[in-house]
């Protein structure tokens, strides 16, 4: 939340961690981001829900942006029946972040306007964490300043180009192991990571050109250890494809999910009412081995894939039918469907 009047010290945001017991019992704790400065620079807040968790066996990770827009990673131990504070690691400092608004709609279908407030997180079977943030020069400037590196070189300011996205490594101890600007192109966007052992995954969304459906769905891997890029695929479906969450295979590929079959304004925000559900496999070559079938709803609303775990040979899809677009009534149904891996 914002200070008010002339009073210009952060005030940090509230922030909980609760676990529901299988005896019905929650146990909660409060996070504590740590913030040094009290007097530090007072920063336009959008948004106050930007946090993510994962968990690594019986303990939590969580990555949170607070109030003065910097970005921290904390880890939660649980044993003993409640959760006791392990460490609490800076990933990003403060820095100033711009929304862009809908003009004339009520949602906003794939968080472009907001999206340089958001953070991703995952982290490995080693118990190794992976933060990534969307890149902007004010995020850069501010990284380079603070921790005396140089990612700021790796961009083209000259074409208005920052890189999707920073990516943080931190060891199981919460130590940063590296950081690293994740590549170039101004009309990718980020919207999930997963990680292994051995590799981290981006995924979400490329324009492919001017027209209203020219988006494919867009992967990255990347080194885990070094945060170093390894492949990078464009997936197109049908016109307007987008990856909101994928899964890692045994064999190389990935079970990717999210909306196809959208048209978006090419000039602006507002996406179509009517998009269908996307959940297909992934070959090592990025290219579509297979669609799934899943739950739709009625015709000329929206329909979204927004999540994907795989157990035991079952994928377990979640998403959303009879959704809006930018323009439409602002409603939808939910769905939890299992579907046996293609």
């Known amino acids: 939340m914002r200070p008010l009047g002339r009073d210009r010290r952060v005030k940090p945001i509230r922030t909980w961690v609760t676990r529901f017991l299988p005896d019905g019992r929650a146990v909660s704790a409060q996070l504590d981001p740590g913030l040094p400065d009290p007097a ?10 930007r946090a993510r968790i994962s968990a690594s066996g019986e303990d939590v990770l969580v990555a949170v942006r607070w109030s003065d827009n910097s970005v921290r990673a904390h880890r939660l131990e649980f044993h003993q029946g409640t959760f006791h504070p392990a460490w609490t690691t800076l990933v990003e400092p403060g820095a100033d972040l711009l929304a862009i608004g809908i003009i004339g709609g009520g949602f906003d279908n794939f ?3 907001d999206r340089t407030a958001f953070v991703y997180l995952d982290v490995d079977s080693t118990g190794a964490a992976y933060v990534v943030v969307p890149s902007t020069p004010e995020v850069l400037a501010a990284h380079d300043a603070l921790f005396g590196e140089h990612l700021l070189a790796g961009a083209d300011p000259d074409h208005f180009d920052y890189g999707v ?3 943080t490594g931190l060891s199981p101890e919460g130590t940063r192991s590296y950081a690293v600007l994740s590549g170039l192109g101004t009309g990718k966007r980020l919207l999930n990571i997963r990680a292994t052992a051995q590799t981290l995954w981006l995924a979400g969304r490329i324009r492919t050109g001017n027209e209203p459906g020219s988006w494919d769905g867009w992967v990255q891997s990347i080194e885990a250890s070094t945060g170093q890029a390894r492949s990078e695929h464009l ?25 196809t079959n959208y048209t978006q304004n090419p000039s602006g925000l507002s996406v179509s009412d009517a998009r269908d559900n996307l959940a297909v496999s992934v070959g090592p070559d990025g290219a579509v081995r297979q669609r799934v079938s899943l739950p739709a709803g009625p015709g000329g609303r929206g329909n979204e894939v927004t999540s994907v775990r795989v157990i035991d040979g079952w994928g377990m899809f979640v998403g959303l039918k009879n959704g809006p677009g930018t323009h439409a009534e602002v409603f939808s149904d939910a769905f939890l469907s299992l579907r046996p891996l293609p």
């Open 165 to 167: 996205s920073i990516i």
């Open 111 to 113: 968080h472009q306007g």
């Open 235 to 259: 997936v197109d479906v049908q016109g307007g494809d987008m990856f909101w969450d994928l899964a890692p295979l045994g064999d190389g590929s990935l079970l990717a999910v999210g909306s």
């Open 40 to 49: 530090a620079t007072r920063r336009i807040v959008f948004s106050l829900d």
